[in-house]
């Protein structure tokens, strides 16, 4: 085991943790954001660099500081390493550029955008953005394109994760779909339009973080707030059949994966849960499915608003006040 | 006259053939390392030369040779890297097209030393006449017993491919080099791991550029020792430089590394001075990458010392007042050129060749170009130039390959060093549509 602090946090991890998991096996607000990194798709990470952070000291042996702000979600801990995250004001400086970067040519379309109030990019700003724009060029565009028939893709909103190439490569039987061109002109595509067509494609919208990737059966039916997720289970053979209906009333409007803390798709028994495209888009009746209860949602999620947490927050900030 | 180590005989005609090549003393170390030295004598003497990396970063050649994985049963790998394509750069693209032997013979040497049994030369796809080159001395090497099976009857065997990119710039760092190689997009990879422990195709492998594996050739040659003569102190050796821009005779020259800026810049063996009888306004020794130098800095450090073309005293007083040796790019600047219009040229390059993985470098160079492309064009306003300086400093070091710090330092130079030009465009706008700042206010002239 090997000792690491994190903004004086104490932890000890496995060898060859990286700082990012191992910040997550502390938990709390010492975890940086990540918005590519994804821990169950081999590869992923190291693109967004959002979750760079400062390493004060090396290693017990070699304690000097790094120069440059290393990823988190690619640096293995040393023994004696000290990592400084919303500790460091570099840190802090580096977040925001790195939020206003990929902000610029963002569409901010979050009034119709169906991912809002489930989105990475949304939390990001939210911390670490600007309430102004320094970008006074024409935003890039694309249309919205078909790339499945289950699956709408919205090049603006795209961050480039590269989180569905990976889906592509190891959920799906072949990968049709990937980033064509260079730059700032490189985009998710496909060659041929509707060409994804695969039983575990629909993870793709599960693992990208902004509203890039689009359910083509939920698009513009209702907001997420409003919604209330429950978790539920099927009997299927292609998959576990442990998924999240959200529900309005008595009726389905969406199927998705379970999903952790950090939106990630939880393991149970062992198993990352993705689930299959016939649980995700062709079992909408309530009848098909054993309703155990509600998700557990983070109480500063706006999807909690209204739903379970049963002292309003206004009442506490009004005490506050007093 | 300095002495030459790779460009020696350069002029033979018929040099790029086999015979002539090895009746002027070709493959002479080849025979000298595998016949009487141990691989392990050949790392250590070329760690003993201090050659340092010919292609921009600097790094000892014989340092990253030695940090090469070694574990049982797993094949080891160099790879030339021929992807010459910083601008203001082509001096490997000369050595390969006039004497493409001498890199054959670095590579079987460097090869044998770190026991790699099939070694690859990537080359940008722009150089396909050059892939014909060597194709053609390939097959004389194979068909004289220098490749192959058993070479010299020493029991080492080697095989040489080369293989084109399709001539992407970013194809030149390493990593993404490899994934090229290996038939995938030329994103760079995530450090650590490095190549020497997991490169092509997952095993140990190195990759040097072109002059620094013709170089091994001299060191082998004439030994470490004597090798270590030549040059400077910290830099020894010699080194091609690639002389581009308003110059009398512009070329690829080896120089002695120490031969003063000056020198090389006015000397009769060398460049000759500026063309049309004009003055020098601004030089970037290094490749566009590296920072630009004003013309009060070229010749002398901020010091006052006499600046050398050599690694430490070109990086003298950092990138303050100071460069970077690099690979050698030396592209100089006269009077009529201007500075604000020469960024945004290299700015597009960068937005133009940055792959799109990281957010830092695909969002802020193509932002950058279009903010320079603004000042250039008479469109621009003071607090863009303010804007420029926030993004590269965001952009610098937040990276996955050093492309994005590539992009930002030419930048920062220029508007550092010439801030009053760019200043000059947002005041008159009109003005700098139809003529060039010139040399007003840029420090004393020479």
Known sequence: MVKVTIDDVVIEVEPGTTILNAARQAGGDIVPPAMCYYSKLEGSGGKCRTCLVEVAAGSEKDPRPMPKLVASCSTPVMDGMIVKNKTSERVHENRGAVTEFLLINHPLDCPVCDQAGECKLQDLAFEHGSSKTRYEEPRRTHEPIDIGNTIKLNQDRCILCYRCVYVGNQLCDSRVHGVMHRGEHAEISTYIENSIDNDFSGNMIDVCPVGALTDKTFRFKSRVWFLKPMNASCECTKCGGNAVVWMFGNQIYRVTARKDEYGEVQTIDGKTAWICNECRYDKKEVSKWNIEGPMKVDKHSVISQGHYDKPNPLNDSTKNLK | MGRKLLLEHIDVPGIQTYDVYRNHGGYRSVEKALKTMSPQEVVEEVQKSALKGRGGAGFPTGMK??????????????????????????????????????????????????????????????????????????????????????????????????????????????????????????????????????????????????????????????????????????????????????????????????????????????????????????????????????????????????????????????????????????????????????????????????????????????????????????????????????????????????????????????????????????????????????????????
């Open chain 2, 65 to 446: 040779w030695s940090f090469l994985a070694k574990p049982e049963g797993v094949p080891r790998y160099l790879v030339c890297n021929a992807d010459e394509s910083e601008p203001g750069t082509f001096k490997d693209r000369y050595l390969m097209e006039k004497i493409p032997h001498l890199l054959i013979e670095g590579m079987i040497t460097s090869s044998y030393a770190l026991g790699a049994n099939t070694s690859h030369i990537y080359i940008r796809g722009e150089y396909m006449f050059v892939l014909d080159i060597l194709e053609k001395a390939i097959a004389e090497a194979y068909a004289n017993g220098w490749l192959g099976k058993n070479i010299l009857g020493s029991g080492y065997d080697l095989d040489l491919y080369v293989s084109p990119g399709g001539g992407a710039y970013i194809c030149g760092e390493e990593t993404a080099l490899l994934e090229s190689l290996e038939g995938k997009r030329g994103n760079p990879r995530m450090k650590p791991p490095f190549p020497a422990v997991k490169g092509l195709f997952g095993c140990p492998t190195v990759v040097n550029n072109v002059e620094s594996i013709a170089a091994v050739v001299p060191i082998i040659n004439i030994g470490a020792e004597e090798y270590l003569k030549i040059g400077t102190e910290k830099s020894s050796g010699t080194k091609l430089i690639s002389a581009s821009g308003n110059l009398v005779r512009p070329g690829v020259y080896e120089i002695e590394l120490g031969l003063s800026v000056e020198e090389f810049i006015y000397g009769d063996e060398w460049c000759r001075g500026i063309a049309n009888g004009k003055k020098i306004k601004a030089c970037i020794p290094g490749g566009s990458s590296v920072p630009i130098l004003p013309h009060n800095l070229i010749t002398k450090t901020a010091t006052g010392e006499t600046r050398y073309m050599s690694y430490e005293s070109l990086s003298d007083g950092g990138f303050a007042s100071g460069s970077m040796l690099g690979s050698g790019g030396f592209i100089v600047f006269d009077e009529d050129q201007c500075i604000v219009r020469n960024t945004w040229n290299f700015a597009r390059f960068y937005a133009h060749e940055s792959c799109g993985q990281c957010s830092p470098c695909r969002e802020g160079t193509g932002w950058m170009e279009k903010v320079l492309y603004r000042l250039e064009h008479g469109q621009g306003n003071m607090r863009d130039i303010d804007l420029l300086e926030q993004i590269n400093k965001k952009i610098e070091g937040n990276t996955i390959c050093p492309l994005g710090d590539a992009a930002a330092w030419p930048v920062a130079a220029a508007i550092r060093h010439f801030r009053e030009e760019f200043e000059w465009h947002v005041t008159n706008p009109q003005e700098a549509l139809t003529r060039n700042y010139g040399l007003k206010k840029v420090a004393e002239t020479l």
